[in-house]
């Protein structure tokens, strides 16, 4: 068997907790591979919405185990209030079908400070966190100071936490930035208990055995493509690898392991936060792609910028990833257009390319190809073959730029509202 995987291929908030919630029926293990609380995917069904930030999307299917490898980052705190809402809503979180790598990392509550201090010392030169503590983390994993999951089991774990504690205390005192985090470490701390009580595994060991023994296993990635710490717009990126690469370092399984890789991108482009966005509207058109598309981040509440799709970026996604599945979110939010456009290269200091370059700046100058709109709702569609011919013609053009066949298509943010080709 191979371990199959679902990424996003722009920005982030592409759609990926829909997709991946469509998919589990077919799969027996969801694995998410990176990232942390910053992520947030949205499901909605049977008429309730629900956002998941640290839990795989697989959650809300009884047969199906889910795990946090060891890739990702996990808050505490945040992973059981995010248990406990779900609780609230009527879903019951089962200990045993949430499983959590011992490799991954813990977001300690000097993260968050850390974090928050250092973008505020950025002024101007912000780069949009989420103030999560992602970015610390990640630096304290790869300069091995950090603190893991298994160490809660180690009988050391007071010792070493005080350890990273005070190395952290010393750093935030030299931003001379005002904190306290006497009630939040509290929480973290008893949270710190709550999560000893769920399946603590080696993952990697979980996975590999679980594809011996013929289970079908779907990776679940966060953020997106273009925000990968060695592939994104740097230094306006993410602190992990969102590409494909990052399934085999984030769950432990060898490169030939890797079967279908679902890319998914939306109909349009959108970011949040600070970076480049070549083909980022100021006009009535980015308005409406924000307002009819509900542009507000899960996590981080702020309005998204939008674009129209950009095809140079999408090619470079998919060539980094090896996608060999295409899945188009959000058409419907491009209805009442008139006119949709697709941006096919770049001019940049007079020069003409279709090459993603090395760094992205404000001198790059979109060079556009315009397809008719469908100018209909699609809410009635529930099949490919009756869409309109101008989202055929849409499609067909997405196909053939890419080279790679695009197999599902949303026209809603509901799980039904899902187009299987």
């Given at each position: 068997m191979k371990v199959d995987v679902v990424l996003g291929l722009q920005w982030g908030d592409e759609g990926k907790g829909k997709v991946v919630d469509v998919l589990t029926p077919n799969y027996n293990v969801i694995a998410r591979f990176q990232g942390g609380p910053n992520a947030g995917h949205t499901l909605i069904f049977n008429g309730e919405k629900y956002v998941l930030h640290t839990i795989p999307s697989g959650i809300f299917r009884s047969e199906v185990?889910?795990?946090?490898?060891?890739?990702?980052?996990i808050d505490p705190l945040i992973l059981m209030d995010e248990i406990?809402?779900?609780?609230?809503?009527?879903?019951?979180?089962?200990a045993r079908n949430l499983k959590i790598a011992k490799k991954a990392h813990l977001i300690l509550p000097t993260h968050r400070v850390l974090d928050a201090a250092s973008e505020n010392a950025k002024g101007k030169a912000k780069i949009g966190s989420t103030l999560k503590g992602i970015g610390p983390t990640y630096m304290d994993k790869t300069g091995r100071n950090g603190l893991r999951v298994g160490d809660l089991l180690s009988g050391k774990f007071e010792e070493r936490y005080t350890a990273l504690k005070t190395k952290h205390l010393d750093?935030?005192?030299?931003?001379?930035?005002?904190?306290?985090?006497?009630?939040?470490?509290?929480?973290?701390?008893?949270?710190?208990?709550?999560?000893?009580?769920f399946d603590i595994i080696d993952s990697e060991h979980y996975v590999n055995d679980a594809l011996l023994a013929g289970q079908t296993i779907l990776a679940e990635g966060a953020q997106g493509s273009l925000l990968d710490i060695d592939f994104g717009t740097y230094p306006f990126v993410t602190s992990s690898n969102t590409v494909c690469a990052g399934v085999c370092t984030g769950l432990g399984v060898a490169p030939t392991s890797i079967g279908n890789v679902y890319g998914i991108f939306k109909a349009y482009c959108t970011r949040v936060g600070s970076g480049p966005f070549p083909t980022e509207l100021f006009d009535a058109d980015g308005d409406a792609m924000c307002d009819v598309g509900r542009e507000i981040g899960s996590t981080t509440g702020r309005r998204r910028r939008c674009g129209w799709l950009d095809m140079v970026a999408l090619k470079y996604s998919v060539m980094i990833n090896g996608v060999s599945k295409l899945i188009m979110m959000k058409?419907?939010?491009?209805?009442?257009?008139?006119?949709?456009?697709?941006?096919?290269?770049?001019?940049?200091?007079?020069?003409?390319?279709?090459?993603?370059?090395?760094?992205?700046?404000?001198?790059?100058?979109?060079?556009y190809t315009s397809l008719k709109g469908w100018k209909c709702d699609l809410a009635e569609c529930k099949t490919y073959e009756q869409f309109p011919s101008e989202l055929?013609?849409?499609?067909?053009?997405?196909?053939?730029?890419?080279?790679?066949?695009?197999?599902?298509?949303?026209?809603?943010?509901?799980?039904?509202?899902t187009i299987i080709r």
């Open positions: 185990s889910n795990i946090i490898g060891n890739g990702v980052v406990a809402k779900l609780r609230q809503s009527g879903k019951v979180i089962d750093m935030i005192a030299t931003y001379n930035f005002e904190f306290d985090i006497t009630e939040y470490e509290g929480k973290w701390l008893n949270a710190v208990e709550e999560l000893k009580k058409c419907d939010v491009l209805n009442d257009f008139d006119t949709i456009k697709i941006a096919t290269g770049y001019k940049i200091g007079g020069v003409v390319t279709d090459k993603f370059p090395y760094e992205c700046s404000d001198d790059i100058e979109p060079i055929k013609d849409y499609i067909k053009y997405i196909e053939d730029a890419t080279g790679v066949p695009v197999s599902i298509v949303s026209i809603g943010p509901d799980r039904e509202e």
